[in-house]
């Protein structure tokens, strides 16, 4: 039996509580499949560990996460804490230590879940989003000049590399093409008259490697009015990482919103840890309350298994938030239920196990 070593980091709000169901459920899977054993180990980091030590992980945490094989986050960020040092000291410090180039986002609008446009089902919401993780805009780069003066500057930098752009657009044309699948891909190539012309000749130049793969480029503005209303058109997206952050959060209002959002931060030669988590945030409004939904939390600890190689196992998590969507028994407010967070990680498992004594009888 092979034992991997998840690090959980429950972090804020809401973060807890659906970690805790997540938690559950990966330990039901793994008991109910026997292939594998989890182990997982506990790190209080977050704003409430930064308010009492000044510091959002311990100052050798980087260190301490290397042994493990993946990461499990439940969400950053709560009043009192600026955002830029929630998500700059923890989050985006993960993902840049560890290189975990590759950020994952599947956008499928699954039987029972609601949508916000007309039409709108499973076969014409199916998309996966591919977004570059490490650098772009997101690269920290920049300069605050003349501070509280008149002329006061401040420079913003987007970062592409050579290497950074050309190895995501490799990254998701393997993906589209052992999927069988069009790819995507989105930028803003008229008016970023560097990054984005750049963006778009490494698009061209890799697509002329995979001839099988038919491709579509779109600009940014026009992909969010396509996603709308032909959200068909979008099988593998790849785009950077300040237009896949803001599209895969309109993605999620097509697949049935924040609840049923997750992602993955990929380091695909797995020379260090890749983390998974929902990515709804840690929506301090309803913390504590009971009811925030596990759902995404539960689609990511999907990932993580597709992750370790045992696809099957995560193809059966998300068939159990289907049903679980579908009966309507068993929801939290955000998808019209009246059920606690716990009450629909219970009604997960239950399911999980349903579904695991059918397929060992078969």
């Known amino acids: 039996m092979d034992t991997f070593k998840v690090a959980v980091i429950p972090g804020d709000g809401i973060g807890p509580e659906v970690i805790d169901e997540g938690v559950k459920i990966m330990k039901k899977a793994a008991e ?26 311990d100052e050798d945490g980087i ?16 009043p009192g804490v600026p955002d830029h040092i929630s998500l700059w000291d923890l989050l985006l410090k993960i993902r840049k230590e560890f290189d975990q180039y590759v950020n994952i986002r599947p956008i499928t609008l699954l039987n029972g879940a609601p949508c916000p446009i007309t039409g709108g089902n499973k076969e ?51 993906t589209a093409s052992n999927a069988g699948k069009t790819l995507t891909s989105i930028s803003k190539g008229n008016a970023l008259n560097y990054s984005m012309v750049f963006w778009d000749q490494v698009f061209e130049q890799v697509s002329k490697e995979y001839p099988q793969v038919q491709t579509y480029s779109y600009l940014v503005d026009a992909a969010a009015m396509y996603m709308i209303k032909d959200p068909a058109r979008f099988e593998v997206v790849v785009t950077s990482n300040l237009f896949g952050d803001i599209l895969t959060d309109l993605g999620a209002a097509l697949g049935g919103g924040m609840g049923l959002a997750a992602g993955a931060n990929i380091n695909p030669e797995r020379m260090f840890p890749s983390m998974f988590e929902p990515i709804h945030g840690s ?76 397929q060992s009888s078969i």
């Open 32 to 57: 109910l499949d026997g292939r594998l054993q989890l182990e997982f180990t506990y790190f209080p980091w977050g704003c409430e560990f930064y308010l009492k030590n000044g510091k959002m992980m």
């Open 124 to 174: 014409n919401i199916d998309m996966l989003f591919i977004r570059e993780n490490s650098e772009g805009e997101y690269a920290g780069a920049g300069d605050w000049l003349f501070k509280g003066k008149p002329e006061e500057v401040v420079l913003q930098t987007g970062v592409f590399s050579r290497k950074g752009t050309e190895r995501i657009i490799r990254y998701a044309f393997e």
């Open 283 to 358: 929506a301090p409004d309803i913390a504590g309350k009971g009811i925030a939904n596990p759902l995404a939390a539960i689609w990511s600890a999907s990932q993580l298994f597709d992750f370790l190689g045992f696809n099957d196992i995560g193809e059966n998590l998300i068939s159990c938030i289907e049903k679980t969507l579908e009966e309507k028994r068993v929801l939290t407010p955000d998808l019209g239920g009246s059920a606690s967070t716990s009450e629909v990680g219970a009604r997960v498992a239950e399911i999980l196990t349903e579904m695991a004594k059918v």
């Open 63 to 78: 260190e301490q996460l290397k042994s493990f094989d993946a990461i499990y986050l439940g969400a950053v960020g709560y």
